[in-house]
């Protein structure tokens, strides 16, 4: 017996759920790339990014994902050899630092558990005791979607400005950019990267990196400079150059529809709705906590963050199986643990195109699936969230 005949419902961190008027706006015929409205739709974004990162600096767009954006990101700033400090809080951030140290650059991490966010006075004392100026760069993620943890950017920022050193902060965006406050230039970043596929309820494949003017700076001096990343090329004044090629058209008129959609209801008011969300999942989980068999992977209340919460099993409940049930009887589609929590973990997503109903459904369906299944839980997980929700979305 079966219940998942409709829309499969996707509650995975990434790709999200894209909105109807998203795709229809991809449906159209190609047009000459040089065309005044395709310009002027480039210029269009180009400042929109800018608004989104909370900068006065410049905005890029590449046709890559977030692991495109990554590399653009270091290429432009850093050269052979040089040092940069990874903040490790999972597995994505490790993965930034991966991606350097294969670039030719000299990692460092900070060690972190997957289970805390990062420790803004641990990154202070680092800073402190590099008298030489030796690290050239700071990588940090603000919401690594393996673990589920929210990092205090603009803490970590205050804390590397304290110490006076030379050091860039960049950060990684990806899974808080449209769903959460970022604010770029306020918060001492200098460069920030994103993607198309969370928060901004656009199709994978475009990638976004912002830079201030001390990451400008820094451009002039970087010897991993390539045709295709580089700021330099994308500042020219032909549209050919703004995407070192011909540009992602129909990808772009997704990602005008997505960010009208998203300025139409107002920032404030959609990071609004991802917190209010995200709080009725952990109230949820919480009650379901109490028969011992799952917990959050995320410790601390403040670190959990409001698109993506990770939920681990105890020793002999198998989370695939869980999410095979899911899926398979009930149509929605659950993340997977990955990193240190791969075959420990389950993740719900709560980030871009979601509402009450998406997320009370699926809270119910896991609730549906750990009766089915046998799993011990706390009764009541949705009827907490129903309550959460219902005392403060009033008349």
Not at 24 to 45: F, H, N, W
Not at 155 to 166: D, M, Q
Not at 284 to 305: C, H, Q, T, Y
Request: proline share 4%.
């Amino acid at each position: 017996m079966v219940v998942r005949a409709g829309r499969e419902f996707l509650a995975v961190p990434g790709p999200t759920n894209i909105p109807d008027r998203v795709l229809q706006a991809m449906q159209r015929p190609a047009v000459e790339l040089y065309s005044k409205p395709l310009i002027a739709l480039t210029d269009s974004l180009l400042r929109d990014l800018k608004r989104l990162f909370g900068t006065e600096g410049r905005s890029y767009i590449y046709i890559a994902n977030g692991h495109g954006a990554w590399e653009a990101a270091l290429t432009n700033v850093l050269s052979r050899g040089e040092k940069v400090l990874v903040l490790e809080s999972g597995k994505f951030g490790l993965d930034w630092g991966d991606a350097a140290a294969r670039l030719g650059i000299e990692v460092e991490v900070l060690q972190g558990d997957h289970r805390h966010a990062i420790r803004p006075a641990e990154v202070e004392a680092r800073l402190r005791a590099d008298k030489a100026g030796s690290i050239k760069a700071v990588l940090a993620v603000q919401v690594d979607t393996s673990s589920s943890v929210v990092n205090d950017i603009a803490a970590i920022g205050k804390a590397i400005r304290s110490v006076r050193h030379g050091a860039l902060f960049m950060v990684d965006a990806v899974a808080s950019l449209g769903c959460m406050p970022f604010e770029m230039d306020a918060w001492g970043v200098d460069v920030a990267m994103s993607a198309s596929q969370k928060g901004l309820m656009t199709p994978p494949g475009l990638g976004f990196v912002a830079a201030s003017d001390r990451a400008q700076h820094a451009h002039q001096k970087a010897d991993l400079r390539t045709p295709y990343w580089d700021w330099t090329t994308r500042d020219g004044d032909s549209h050919y150059q703004k995407y070192s090629g011909t540009p992602p058209e129909h990808l772009m008129y997704a990602l005008r529809e997505a960010l009208d959609m998203l300025f139409a209801e107002e920032l404030d008011n959609a990071f609004l709705r991802h917190r209010l969300l995200a709080e009725a999942v952990r109230r949820a989980v919480d009650v379901w906590s109490k028969g011992k068999a799952l917990e959050f992977n995320i410790v601390e209340a403040p670190e959990r963050s409001d698109t993506v919460t990770a939920v681990r099993m105890a020793d002999g409940c198998n989370p695939e199986t869980l999410r095979d049930y899911c899926e398979g009887k009930c149509g929605v589609v659950l993340g997977r643990g990955i990193g240190k929590l791969n075959g420990k973990a389950f993740r719900i997503a709560h980030m871009g195109h979601l509402n009450a109903p998406m997320v009370l459904g699926t809270l119910g369906t896991i609730e549906m699936a750990l009766r089915a299944l046998g799993i011990p839980h706390g009764a009541g997980g949705v009827q907490a969230a129903t309550e959460w929700l219902g005392d403060r979305v009033k008349p």
